[in-house]
């Protein structure tokens, strides 16, 4: 959690589920293979770098479309997130796969060109003014060229030195990265493979991932309350709302998020936003009684908004107060690390 | 997430979702029967056929 430089430590967990990743990625590149020879009819004949050219090309389109449903899933059901802690393992296999297609593909068709693989790759068909026949080698090759940012940046070390607001902001190209993927299987494998299976594939890879990143983006997000301060205080709710452990999210009109959480008979209220990548700290809980973030596991201290030593990261953190049983938060931020005195639930209202 | 960061999102997928849509359309719409391969000369494709 701090923001030095350190190497990336792999848990058991971590462990076993690279190498579950690992195992998928070869059962999925040889059981395409069998499936592909399976199904190619008389007349057809496939090189096994064809083969593979599309085995890989296949799966990089799959594991994006996954990676991509990971995020609104996590909000649907706590299964997701062990999913989330390690999406960018994900994306980075994602980056790999799609340079061997690349390459598979720039070697096995522009190769043997005059003129530079790469150079050929891009030159050799002009045709931007057609659909069926429209270079879509440059929509996978910018695409590639995103996944490769995202890969090479993936690391705590450049989310500390960017800054969580400039490093999301990177990270956020992937669904421009998504939306030219799709372009360049819709304007390259469907238009001349004939084999339904490629268009369900894609049609219903999109249409989940755009039906879940809209239901993401304008439902599952909103806050549980929007308030306007009546006498500069925010109203809560009654105490008796908030779940042992468990936050409200506020959101006052024009400001930051405020997570109001209740751990026993104490009402704190804190950021809503993650110092790590932004993280909606509301929507975690309290684990060995400190706030933990439910997209990577940081934590901060609720009573003063600072993770735990030896780390070093702060949040701002705000007054509360009950009256007659009803929450209320000041929503002027105190600066990041301020301890706050909680406020006491009553017994009566537990 | 961030205020920014939520916002921006949204205005993403306001502009990807009716994008992946169209592009999915006219790529099927425009789908040729049978593949047509322009550097082949026509003899060839007639052949082929």
Redesign the interface.
């Given at each position: 959690m701090a923001h030095g430089y350190k190497a990336v430590t792999w848990t058991p967990f971590k462990k076993r589920f690279d190498a579950w990743m690992l195992a998928g990625v070869a059962v999925y590149l040889t059981g395409f293979s069998a499936a592909s020879s399976l199904a190619t009819t008389d007349g057809e004949s496939f090189t096994p770098v064809q083969m593979l050219i599309r085995a890989t090309g296949t799966l990089a389109f799959l594991m994006l479309t996954f990676i991509l449903c990971i995020g609104p899933m996590a909000r649907l059901t706590p299964r997701f997130k062990p999913l989330l802690y390690n999406r960018r393992h994900l994306g980075v296999t994602t980056f790999l796969i799609a340079l061997v297609h690349a390459g598979l593909v720039t070697l096995w068709y522009h190769g043997f060109s005059d003129i530079n693989p790469i150079v050929s790759l891009l030159v050799s068909n002009p045709r931007y003014d057609s659909i069926s026949g429209f270079p879509f080698e440059s929509l996978g090759l910018i695409a590639l060229l995103i996944l490769f940012l995202m890969a090479a940046t993936s690391h705590d070390f450049w989310n500390a030195n960017l800054g969580p607001g400039l490093w999301k902001a990177v990270h956020m190209s992937v669904y421009g990265a998504y939306v030219l993927l799709v372009a360049h299987v819709a304007l390259g494998a469907i238009q001349f493979e004939k084999h339904p299976a490629y268009v369900v594939l894609l049609a219903s890879g999109a249409a989940i991932v755009t039906a879940l990143q809209l239901y993401s983006a304008f439902f599952a997000s909103g806050p549980d309350a929007k308030t306007r301060p009546t006498d500069g205080w925010l109203e809560v709710g009654s105490a008796a709302d908030i779940p042992d452990s468990r936050a409200i999210i506020l959101e006052p009109e024009g400001a930051e998020r405020i997570a109001v959480f209740r751990n026993g008979n104490k009402v704190h209220a804190v950021s809503n936003v993650c110092r790590h990548q932004g993280g909606p700290l509301g929507e975690g809980r309290i684990i060995d009684g400190c706030i933990t973030c439910p997209w990577h596991g940081f934590q901060y201290r609720p009573e003063d908004g600072r993770s735990p030593e030896p780390f070093t990261e702060r949040i701002s953190t705000y007054e509360t107060q009950i009256r007659d049983g009803i929450i209320y938060v000041n929503p002027r931020p105190l600066a990041p690390g301020t301890p706050v005195t909680p406020s006491l639930i009553e017994e009566a209202v537990r | 997430?961030?205020?920014?960061?939520?916002t921006?999102?949204?205005s993403?997928?306001i502009i990807?979702?009716p994008?992946?849509?169209c592009?999915?359309i006219?790529?099927?719409a425009?789908?040729?029967e049978t593949?047509?391969n322009?550097t082949l000369p026509g003899v060839a494709v007639a052949e082929a056929h």
């Open positions: - | 997430m961030k205020r920014a960061h939520r921006a999102h949204r993403i997928w990807a979702a994008l992946l849509v592009v999915l006219a790529a099927l425009c789908r040729q593949p047509l322009d």
